[in-house]
């Protein structure tokens, strides 16, 4: 089922027989499997996989033979790519935003719930013979994660207790969702949404069959996992706010995927105060000026984790272009040399689909390991 074999036990193994320039993808199917495990036995409702997080055939397939059963499309082609490798899991399309063809081939493949935050579309959605569960989108002021969804999509509390009036009266199976914002650091911000999503259902007087939290779960800190029993248990404990509770949902991306991979790249030229990567912000480490940077290690060309004193230094990525510069500077080993390797942990999400060709960089092989655990 897995495109490749595993050829190594964990990352710094692998590098240190690793002769190529690439920066190097390290997968751990197993690491998969464990994370999938904790959503699956903690969750209280059904969970689906958000595609755009990681792409990436063997992931996919992977969840899907562990039992994933449902997956968040936002596109033909994420529709596309689900209904090849999953014939019968359940799409969610929400993607609020959508042109009249991409409706028709959501229609065409059987997509069995659509998320809406506007009037214009829920008519659209209506008039073109969507059927099955609508989902409306909401959003709230919450502090909590790194990265704000609400600027982008859900509507105001009024207006997505005036579309779920409707969602209900066109004869849509009725459903609220939400995005607490992506590696949300603090369940309470779950909780908050789901009583909001209890005063939603009241104000438009209709029982809704299924609430989907979202995605927004955090991957590893400081290297360390983080525990989802106290997320899992503010959502369950918010929904009795309603007074039927509805069914849940969840779509982790990150929180799911980015613990089984890590990745390597690779040191081109070290300065007084500066090193240059042979990948940056247009590729692989494009999240970095936003995001907290996960835990890394420099390695030596023969494998050996560099542990001595460290000075910041600038980092840059390898294109022309003065943009791709990391945000701040990193900690680094006074002794690292060109050739050296940078290894960052929790890098399966939003690496793959993401990546650019600029300046002819952007390419990179991918390493499936037992663990990638340094
Ligand atoms: C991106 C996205 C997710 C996944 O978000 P994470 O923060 O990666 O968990 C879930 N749902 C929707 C609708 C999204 O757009």
């Avoid at 359940?90 to 935050?117: F, K, L, Q, T």
């Avoid at 073109?128 to 994660?145: D, Q, S, W």
Wanted: glycine share 10%.
């Amino acid at each position: 089922m897995l495109q490749q074999p595993i050829i190594a036990r964990d990352p710094v193994r692998f590098l240190s027989g690793y002769a190529g320039t690439l920066p190097v993808h390290f997968f751990s199917p197993e690491a998969l499997d464990a994370r999938l495990a904790a959503f699956m036995t903690g969750f209280p409702g059904l969970v689906t996989y958000a595609v755009k997080a990681n792409p990436a055939d063997d992931v996919i397939s992977r969840l899907y033979a562990g039992g994933m059963r449902g997956f968040d499309v936002a596109s033909p082609d994420e529709i596309d790519l689900i209904r090849r490798l999953c014939p019968d899991a359940a799409m969610h399309y929400n993607n609020p935003v959508r042109s009249r063809s991409e409706i028709v081939h959501g229609i065409a493949a059987g997509v069995a719930s659509w998320s809406v935050d506007d009037a214009g579309e829920l008519e659209k959605l209506i008039a073109m013979g969507a059927t099955g569960e609508i989902a409306v989108r909401f959003k709230l002021p919450v502090a909590g994660a790194a990265y704000n969804f609400g600027a982008k999509f859900g509507a105001e509390e009024a207006e997505a207790a005036r579309l779920l009036a409707r969602v209900a009266e066109a004869g849509f199976k009725p459903a609220i969702t939400f995005h607490v914002g992506t590696q949300c650091a603090d369940p309470a911000a779950y909780a908050t949404y789901v009583r909001a999503a209890a005063g939603i259902a009241k104000a438009a007087g209709v029982t809704i069959e299924r609430l989907n939290v979202g995605g927004g779960f955090p991957s590893a800190r400081d290297g360390r996992a983080v525990d989802l029993t106290p997320y899992f248990a503010a959502i369950t404990g918010a929904l009795s706010a309603f007074d039927t509770a509805p069914a849940l949902v969840c779509e982790p991306g990150r929180g799911l995927v980015a613990d089984s991979f890590a990745y390597a790249v690779q040191v081109k030229s070290v300065r007084a105060g500066r090193v240059y990567l042979n990948d940056g912000i247009y590729g692989g480490l494009s999240e970095f000026p936003s995001m907290v940077i996960p835990r890394f290690a420099v390695l030596s060309q023969s494998g050996r984790i560099r542990g001595g004193s460290s000075q910041p230094r600038v980092v840059f990525g390898p294109t022309c272009d003065s943009l791709d510069t990391l945000r701040e500077p990193l900690p680094l080993p006074a002794d690292m040399e060109e050739g050296d390797w940078v290894l960052f942990g929790s890098m399966g999400a939003y690496l793959t689909g993401v990546t650019t060709r600029f300046n002819g960089y952007g390419e990179w092989t991918t390493a499936i390991v037992k663990s990638v655990t340094f």
